[in-house]
């Protein structure tokens, strides 16, 4: 994710980080290309465009504007609603170290927190489909054989909070805090699968992206007479308009991965380490990360 300030003007002009010029340059500079070569024929053989009319492009523009603005809407939705499940773990997670405070056995403790930080790691490298037993190992040991290795941590804790019950150890009202913030966490994980698993309909995608290739491919030939060798300036912009609007709606379509734009999961991860390493007594803690050249991950 980006962390930085308000740039100047300078910076609106020339930041390419975070960006997504770099990506869509090669596209831009096709369709300028092609502008280039349209307003040369039009040059030569003016009788060619004299019946061109701007009306039809004036309506598709305005009608591609909008279905680019619903799908970008739906896009930054999946991005906002992975923050907020990621937000919700980091309460549940905060709310469990409240919660065990009764526990005498400070081993008991430890156990079941690093048990939940190991939880956090596996969720995330499930969603970037990575090894999750990895992820899990340096805080619990894990059945890596087990098709959902974060359920199955999941599983474990619950098993052994209903143990300390059973001996007494807690409450039973303790108990039932303790088990619903586990099934707080089982739910975040359920909204981040939703997210990852359930892209936007192929159907609508592939619509906006050929409407978009059409449209700027075509826009020259109704620029061209009236306009003249302004085509490809204003033409290199449309395109790294539209281009770029799509670009980023297919960034915020999956937050997880490792993009610039996307969530700052490690940032996140690392959040929830200290403050379960903080709470196990633990003064040598990792430090928190800071962003590296205005990326936060």
């Given at each position: 994710m980006i962390v930085r300030s308000k740039p100047n003007l300078l910076g609106i002009l020339f930041s390419l980080k975070g960006s997504i010029a770099k990506r869509i340059a090669l596209r831009s500079l096709l369709v300028t290309l092609l502008a280039s070569v349209i307003v040369l024929v039009e040059t030569l053989h003016p009788a060619?465009?004299?019946?061109?009319?701007?009306?039809?492009?004036?309506?598709?523009?305005?009608?591609?504007?909008?279905?680019?603005?619903?799908?970008?809407?739906?896009?930054?939705?999946?991005?906002?609603?992975?923050?907020?499940?990621?937000?919700?773990?980091?309460?549940?997670?905060?709310?469990?170290?409240?919660?065990?405070?009764?526990?005498?056995?400070?081993?008991?403790?430890?156990?079941?927190l690093r048990g939940v930080c190991g939880f956090a790691h596996g969720l995330i490298a499930r969603l970037r489909h990575e090894d999750e037993a990895r992820a899990i190992a340096p805080w619990m040991a894990v059945d890596g054989n087990h098709p959902n290795p974060p359920d199955s941590l999941l599983q474990t804790l619950g098993a052994r909070f209903s143990e300390l019950a059973q001996r007494s150890v807690i409450s039973d009202w303790r108990y039932t805090q303790l088990e619903t913030r586990l099934v707080g966490l089982s739910q975040v994980q359920a909204a981040c699968e939703r997210i990852k698993h359930t892209p936007l309909p192929f159907p609508y995608t592939l619509l906006l992206h050929r409407t978009i290739y059409l449209f700027c491919i075509l826009l020259p030939f109704a620029m061209a007479e009236p306009l003249g060798w302004l085509t490809p300036v204003f033409t290199a912009i449309v395109s790294y308009t539209f281009f770029g609007l799509d670009e980023i709606g297919d960034d915020l379509e999956d937050p997880f991965g490792f993009d610039e734009n996307d969530l700052p999961c490690n940032a996140l991860l690392r959040t929830l380490e200290r403050e379960v390493l903080a709470a196990l007594g633990e003064t040598d803690l990792p430090p928190a990360?800071?962003?590296?050249?205005?990326?936060?991950?």
């Open positions: 060619y465009f004299s019946r061109v009319n701007a009306t039809p492009f004036t309506l598709l523009g305005l009608s591609l504007s909008i279905f680019m603005s619903f799908r970008n809407n739906a896009c930054y939705d999946r991005w906002w609603e992975g923050r907020k499940q990621l937000g919700q773990m980091i309460i549940e997670v905060r709310s469990l170290i409240r919660e065990t405070q009764v526990l005498g056995d400070c081993r008991e403790r430890s156990d079941l990360l800071q962003p590296i050249d205005y990326v936060l991950n």
